[in-house]
């Protein structure tokens, strides 16, 4: 089965476009979820974390995701420490959940998949493009986060000129019913095995 990365920056619509593809059968893995889930199941990550970031990172032993945001998003050297102890256990349990899989394919939607040279252990890799102010925009209008809080977020990600280099395909998400096409034309080549 061919492993396809799905990566966008931060409110650009990738949840959107993975449950077009889910739709279609594809078996969809939320890179994200997994590891926001590791962070409150895994004690080797708790503990690493705790003595990385201070013991306020947990409270009751849940994940205090204001403070930990806080401090990883306003420091690269913290950011990178953090990814490193929970990306790895992540990828091992993406290779598990991927052998399970029937189909053609399957997606492992992440948001840094170009950052952290992810897109290296994948067949192809779809980007989901977006202009910035519509970005902030519907990131904003979820309202859980702050402008200056998404921002720093933002900073930590590539821009899409640059994750657009590595890219298979590209899906501009602005309109839903063309975004929708574009899926399923994706999906058509992916599905028959045809080069790309």
């Not at 492992?108 to 970005?135: H, M, Q, S, V, W």
């Not at 602005?174 to 790309?196: C, F, M, P, R």
Request: glycine share 6%; with cysteine.
């Amino acid at each position: 089965m061919k492993i396809i990365g799905l990566t966008g920056g931060i409110g650009s619509g990738k949840s959107t476009v993975a449950k077009m593809f889910e739709e279609l059968g594809v078996p969809v893995y939320i890179a994200d979820d997994e590891a926001k889930s590791l962070t409150n199941r895994s004690k080797i990550i708790k503990r690493k974390l705790t003595k990385l970031l201070g013991e306020e990172a947990y409270i009751d032993g849940v994940l205090n995701k204001p403070f930990v945001a806080n401090k990883i998003f306003t420091n690269k050297d913290l950011l990178n420490e953090t990814n490193a102890i929970i990306h790895p256990k992540v990828a091992k349990h993406f290779i598990r959940w991927a052998n399970k899989q029937k189909g053609s394919y399957c997606l492992k939607e992440a948001a840094i998949l170009f950052e952290n040279d992810g897109y290296k252990k994948c067949d192809a890799t779809i980007l989901i493009t977006c202009p910035k102010n519509i970005r902030i925009e519907r990131v904003l209008q979820r309202g859980n986060i702050t402008k200056e809080d998404l921002e720093n977020r933002m900073q930590n990600q590539w821009t899409d000129e640059n994750k657009e280099r590595l890219a298979d395909f590209i899906i501009e998400n602005i309109d839903l019913e063309a975004t929708q096409k574009k899926v399923q034309k994706i999906h058509n080549i992916l599905s028959k095995g045809q080069n790309y």
